[in-house]
Nanobody
Framework: QVQLVESGGGLVQAGGSLRLSCAAS????????MGWFRQAPGKEREFVAM????????AYADSVKGRFTISRDNAKNTVFLQMYSLKPGDTAVYYC???????????????????WGQGTQVTVSS
């Protein structure tokens, strides 16, 4: 049974930092590209960042470029999202997702991902 479990969310003031983690189990982690998405109240879920299976390739939404960093530790089956200079607009539930390496679809799109976590709330106060 595949499980993706996010942690590290919370309440932070604008300008602060948080580090999200997503621990994967039940799959061969190094065979999956990993992504982070977020959904704010009343809005659709949107792409935040992705990292390929090896960690050598990453991509970011324009809104977080330069502030967020995605990384992974294949030995620990974990993907991270380091978030700096947080803004109230970053408030959302953050989800990690896994897409099978070599599978079709753009890694910037939800439809490419096979497995999803339950999400962790990030709230940024002004």
């Amino acid at each position: 049974q595949v499980q993706l479990v996010e942690s590290g969310g919370g309440l932070v003031q604008a300008g602060g930092s948080l580090r999200l983690s997503c621990a994967a189990s039940g799959l061969t982690f190094r065979c999956y590209d990993m992504g982070w998405f977020r959904q704010a109240p009343g809005k659709e879920r949107e792409f935040v960042a992705m990292i390929n299976w090896s960690g050598r390739s990453t991509a970011y939404a324009d809104s977080v470029k330069g502030r967020f960093t995605i990384s992974r530790d294949n030995a620990k089956n974990t993907v991270f999202l380091q978030m700096y200079s947080l803004k109230p607009g970053d408030t959302a539930v953050y989800y990690c997702a896994a897409a099978l390496r070599g599978g079709g679809g753009s890694r910037l799109s939800e439809s490419a991902y096979h497995y999803w976590g339950q999400g962790t709330q990030v709230t940024v106060s002004s």
